[in-house]
């Protein structure tokens, strides 16, 4: 497995992203408050500050994984998350996967990383079982 930093613009269109779904829909909004572990009467400030928290903690939890895959000792530069745009649901869960693969080497995992599979997962159950054709698949099939 090989594994890279990712740049300043995916963490920032991912939290910037978050940020939106968070003030937007409901469904959404409970779903990351939940897996990220923010607290659901949390306000904008904290909700935000939570989020760039979190992704502060998978660039460093990314960095550490490159620096055990490759054996060296790169040290996390400021992040720029003033980078916005939009993702739309498929490509946020994409990138977010994304992260994950160059998080996940043979390093002690932080809970950082646990946050961001709980994300993905119930991101992506979410979103699937809002989808048309899931709604008219059978329940069981006789």
């Known amino acids: 497995m090989s594994c890279y930093i990712c740049s300043d613009?995916?963490?920032?269109?991912?939290?910037n992203e978050l940020k939106v779904l968070i003030y937007?829909?409901?469904?959404?909004?409970?779903?990351?408050?939940?897996s990220l572990?923010?607290?659901?009467?949390?306000?904008?400030?904290?909700?935000?500050?939570?989020?760039d928290e979190f992704i502060l903690g998978i660039y460093e939890e990314n960095i550490n994984?490159?620096?055990?895959?490759?054996?060296?000792?790169?040290?996390?530069?400021?992040?720029?998350l003033d980078h916005f745009q939009r993702?739309?649901?498929l490509s946020l869960i994409k990138q977010l996967h994304h992260i994950r693969y160059q998080c996940d080497e043979d390093q002690e995992k932080s809970k950082w990383f646990e946050y961001l599979g709980k994300l993905i997962t119930n991101l992506e159950s979410l979103y699937i079982s809002?989808?048309?054709?899931?709604?008219?698949?059978?329940?069981g099939i006789d």
């Open 24 to 34: 937007g829909s409901t469904a959404a909004s409970s779903v990351i408050k939940y």
């Open 130 to 139: 809002n989808l048309p054709e899931y709604q008219e698949a059978p329940w």
């Open 37 to 51: 572990d923010i607290p659901h009467d949390a306000n904008m400030d904290e909700s935000d500050r939570m989020i």
């Open 9 to 15: 613009k995916t963490f920032a269109s991912v939290a």
């Open 65 to 80: 994984a490159v620096n055990t895959r490759y054996d060296e000792t790169n040290e996390p530069d400021p992040l720029d």
């Open 87 to 89: 993702l739309g649901t």
